[in-house]
C-alpha cells in the first residue's frame, strides 16, 4: 500500500473560479492529498506540456478544448484543416480554452468532469 507521500506526485491545473476544479481539488483533499496547484490561466502551459498532457489523456486537442468559449469561434478552431499542433499552439496561446480540471499523476492524467474521474488515479 502506498504511503501518503506518494501520493504528493499529483498535480492539479486548476481555475479556482470553475466549480468542477475546485470540487476535484476538495475531493483530492478529502483524501488527505495536497496535490501541487498550478492555475493554468496565471501560468499557462508550454505547447510542449499541452501535448504531454494530451498524451496522458490520451485524447486529441479539440477533445481537451473548451469550445464555447470565445476564443474557439473567433479562431475558427472547429476547421477540419488545422494541424494537432496549430490546435495546441492555439491552446498554449489561450489557455481558457483548455478543459479544466485536469488531475496529473505517474504520467497519467484525468478531466476532472466529473470530480471523481480522478478517483482512478488514486489507486
Known amino acids: 500500500m502506498p504511503s501518503r507521500n506518494h501520493m504528493s506526485s499529483i498535480t492539479i491545473w486548476h481555475n479556482p473560479r470553475c466549480s468542477k476544479s475546485r470540487q476535484t481539488l ?66 498554449a496561446e489561450n489557455p481558457i480554452l483548455i478543459e479544466r480540471p485536469v488531475v496529473f499523476r505517474a504520467g497519467r492524467a484525468v478531466i476532472g468532469r466529473p470530480p471523481e474521474n480522478v478517483i482512478d488515479l488514486l489507486d
Not at 496522458?56 to 481537451?64: H, K, N, S, T, V
Request: charged share 25%; proline share 9%; aromatic share 4%.
Open 26 to 91: 476538495q475531493l483530492l483533499r478529502d483524501r488527505g492529498i495536497e496535490p501541487t496547484i498550478v492555475e493554468y490561466l496565471k501560468t499557462p502551459p508550454s505547447a510542449a506540456d499541452l501535448s504531454d498532457a494530451l498524451n496522458a489523456l490520451g485524447i486529441g486537442p479539440r477533445d481537451f478544448m473548451r469550445t464555447k468559449e470565445p476564443p474557439f469561434a473567433e479562431l475558427s478552431l472547429a476547421d477540419d484543416g488545422l494541424t494537432h499542433a496549430e490546435l495546441v499552439a492555439a491552446m
